[in-house]
């Protein structure tokens, strides 16, 4: 697998850790009380950041 390769890959991943976010933030409180969520949202928002860390080490320069 090349640098490229991985790198979009984990693009992929970071949009649907932001996709399962946003479906956690909407059923919250809705359909499953906040105190069983918050922690899953939290969780997520720290794949995410790690994810978007991963990605900015990983700038492909344009050559």
Same mark, same amino acid.
Do not use: C
């Given at each position: 697998?090349? #640098? +490229?390769? &991985?790198?979009? #890959? ?7 850790? /932001? ?5 956690? +933030?909407?059923? !919250?409180? /809705?359909? @499953? ?5 918050? /922690? ?6 720290? @794949? @995410? !950041? @790690? &994810?978007?860390?991963?990605? !900015? /080490?990983? +700038?492909?320069?344009k050559?």
């Open positions: 697998m090349t #640098k +490229r390769d &991985f790198r979009h #890959k984990i693009v992929i991943a970071r949009k649907e850790a /932001k996709e399962t976010k946003y479906w956690l +933030r909407l059923i !919250n409180g /809705k359909y @499953i009380k906040p105190e069983l969520i918050a /922690k899953d949202i939290e969780e997520t928002q720290e @794949i @995410i !950041n @790690i &994810f978007s860390s991963i990605i !900015n /080490k990983t +700038r492909i320069s050559s």
